[in-house]
T-cell receptor, first 114, second 111 residues
């Protein structure tokens, strides 16, 4: 059983399109995250979200929006895709945000914008 | 502003020898550190952690050392195995904040 699963794993789409990446965790964690691994391979946080609070990295364009239908899911919606959005996006979860807990990652979604 | 640095992009080690992966940080308020291992086309997987109240944590072949005064931590893998070949990420956080990741070091263990 995959602890953090995200779909699709690979996505190729045209500029200007709107796309979503889905994420689900079955660990019973309270907090979920979206990370972006850029061309320089840095893992940078985009969002963290628990039931009460969404924290957005201020550098993330507002074309990106997380949507959480329930505690176990945090989907990433991207509007008006741009070439520079091509990257690997990782969903992750932890028991409680910022309290010494391990973050568990999904396998990543490779987004290519053409 | 790179708060967590892994200055060696790559490292090659002979099988059976020790691998030492280094990580430096700039924020003295960081109090918890993680090491992750990542294979190609997979997500990072947790390896080992250390709290700032300790200077060493050991788990099997993996040992993490923390030198707070130098703002430096290292991951030792002994003995190194070919299956250890991967990218290793160091991550650090201030209490209540999100983790900040380093850029990773690619380890190649040669048979």
């Amino acid at each position: 059983d995959t602890a953090v699963s995200q779909t699709p794993k690979y996505l190729v789409t045209q500029m200007g399109n709107d796309k979503s990446i889905k994420c689900e965790q079955n660990l019973g964690h309270d907090t979920m995250y979206w990370y972006k691994q850029d061309s320089k391979k840095f893992l940078k946080i985009m969002f963290s979200y628990n039931n009460k609070e969404l924290i957005i990295n201020e550098t993330v364009p507002n074309r990106f929006s997380p949507k959480s239908p329930d505690k176990a899911h945090l989907n990433l919606h991207i509007n008006s895709l741009e070439l520079g959005d091509s990257a690997v996006y990782f969903c992750a979860s932890s028991q409680r945000q910022g309290v010494g807990n391990t973050i568990y990652f999904g396998e990543g979604s490779w987004l290519t914008v053409v | 502003d790179q708060q967590v640095k892994q200055n060696s992009p790559s490292l090659s080690v002979q099988e059976g020898r020790i691998s030492i992966l280094n990580c430096d940080y700039t924020n003295s308020m960081f109090d918890y550190f993680l090491w992750y291992k990542k294979y190609p086309a997979e997500g990072p997987t947790f390896l080992i952690s250390i709290s700032s109240i300790k200077d060493k944590n050991e788990d099997g072949r993996f040992t993490v050392f923390l030198n707070k005064s130098a703002k430096h931590l290292s991951l030792h893998i002994v003995p190194s195995q070919p299956g250890d070949s991967a990218v290793y990420f160091c991550a650090a956080r201030n209490y209540g904040q999100n983790f900040v990741f380093g850029p990773g070091t690619r380890l190649s263990v040669l048979p």
